[in-house]
């Protein structure tokens, strides 16, 4: 991240931010599609950061935070689109699976999100934040505000009962 252009994009530079957006772009996509679980949904949470990013850049007192700053943003921007919209997969909107590792895979991934989803929220976005985007501990504290020992905490309470989950739908387990 390049401090000189969050510095021109608080004196109101829009190509400053369109830079440093730009320059993230796909991890902030990769963020918001490991919450949203939908191509949509992860555009739509990425519009209003941007919209956010722009109308607010002007009160981050540090430019060094941006990254974070940005990020703990989007995170809010897609837990308000699920909080407004229930989430259902429709089975017939499905993608159709033609070999069967794929299926496998796909099969796996189904259980595992069955797994995630019996979990707290909190547990959740930890494991997601870590696990599938691999974040780092400090990251994921600031991008959540909270301590390091809470995320170390909620990563492994988590795991715990993920465990236990998956052990009882004889997935990996006993």
């Given at each position: 991240m390049d401090i000189t252009l969050v510095k021109e994009a608080k004196r109101g530079s829009r190509n400053a931010l369109v830079r440093l957006i730009m320059d993230e772009k796909q991890d902030y996509y990769r963020l918001a599609y490991a919450y949203t679980k939908n191509q949509d949904d992860a555009l739509d949470a990425l519009a209003d950061m941007i919209v956010i990013l722009y109308e607010k850049i002007s009160v981050l007192k540090n430019e060094a935070c941006f990254d974070t700053w940005s990020r703990t943003i989007l995170v809010?921007?897609?837990k308000q689109i699920l909080r407004k919209k229930k989430k259902i997969i429709l089975f017939d909107k499905?993608?159709?699976i033609s070999h069967e590792g794929e299926f496998r895979q796909k099969e796996q991934e189904i259980l595992?999100?069955?797994?995630?989803s019996k979990l707290s929220p909190k547990h959740q976005e930890v494991l997601k934040l870590r696990f599938f985007l691999d974040f780092e501990y400090q990251t994921i504290a600031e991008i959540?505000?909270?301590?390091v020992g809470t995320v170390r905490s909620?990563?492994?309470t988590g795991l715990a009962k993920l465990k236990n989950i998956l052990g009882d739908e004889n997935y990996g387990g006993n």
């Open positions: 809010n921007c897609c499905m993608p159709e595992l999100d069955s797994a995630l959540l505000k909270i301590p909620r990563i492994s």
